[in-house]
């Protein structure tokens, strides 16, 4: 089946720890995204990918990493410089331009 | 103004009935617009594209009004199961990037 797929589906976080987040797909999508949604808000765009070895900050970066070596994968690193990491975070991947955007089922990362 | 607005509700509606929620975008360049549901703790899942002349799926009918810059989302016939919140998302004229609305929220009660 193609799809999204995140992993893990829980996370922790120690303080001063930087921690990655999987996303692979196999929808041969050139672009994807990475959200974060805070409880009872809306999908905030913290760095997207057009093509492989590109990739722009989105409205709230700092804090966070990305590598794009692969098509089908775009990983996501919180590092400790994210002093509230806590939330629910979405992966996506679009055909194109004017696309919609296709959603994993999310990684939930919490603070120990 | 935001650049997606929507009203979070919740919308509470028997079921059985018909509901509608509106989406205003302030960016007149926008090109495609879409309709997603998001269940509790889930990711968000496309609902239906909204195309210029209106389209229907179903029980669910969309409508894009540029003059105006809104879309909406018309629920007939609500089930239970139509329980959810629904994102409005625009996408602007550059690059792949979506604008995601803050959701409405919708319970359908028995």
């Known amino acids: 089946d193609g799809g999204i797929t995140q992993s893990p589906k829980y996370l922790f976080r120690k303080e001063g720890q930087n921690v990655t987040l999987s996303c692979e797909q196999n929808?041969?999508?050139?672009?994807m995204y990475w959200y974060r949604q805070d409880p009872g808000q809306g999908l905030r765009l913290i760095y997207y990918?057009?093509?492989?070895?590109?990739?722009q900050k989105g409205d709230i970066a700092e804090g966070y990493s990305v590598s794009r070596e692969k098509k089908e994968s775009f990983p996501l690193t919180v590092t400790s410089a994210q002093k509230n990491p806590t939330a629910f975070y979405l992966c996506?991947?679009?055909?194109?331009?004017?696309?919609?955007?296709?959603f994993g089922d999310g990684t939930r990362l919490s603070i120990l | 103004r935001k650049e997606v607005e929507q009203d979070p509700g919740p919308f509470n509606v028997p079921e059985g009935a018909t509901v509608a929620f509106n989406c205003t975008y302030s960016?007149?360049?926008?090109?495609?617009f879409f309709w997603y549901r998001q269940d509790c703790r889930k990711e968000p899942k496309l609902l239906m594209s909204?195309?210029?002349s209106g389209n229907e799926d179903g029980r669910f009918t969309a409508q894009l009004n540029r003059a105006s810059q809104y879309i909406s989302l018309l629920i007939r016939d609500s089930k239970l199961s139509d329980s959810a919140t629904y994102l409005c998302?625009?996408?602007?004229?550059?690059?792949?990037?979506?604008?995601f609305g803050g959701g409405t929220r919708l319970m359908v009660k028995p």
């Open positions: 996506a991947s679009s055909m194109g331009q004017y696309q919609p955007q296709h």
């Open positions: 929808l041969n999508h050139d672009a």
């Open positions: 990918s057009q093509i492989v070895n590109d990739f």
């Open positions: 960016n007149s360049a926008s090109q495609s």
């Open positions: 909204v195309y210029s």
């Open positions: 998302v625009v996408n602007h004229n550059a690059g792949n990037m979506l604008t």
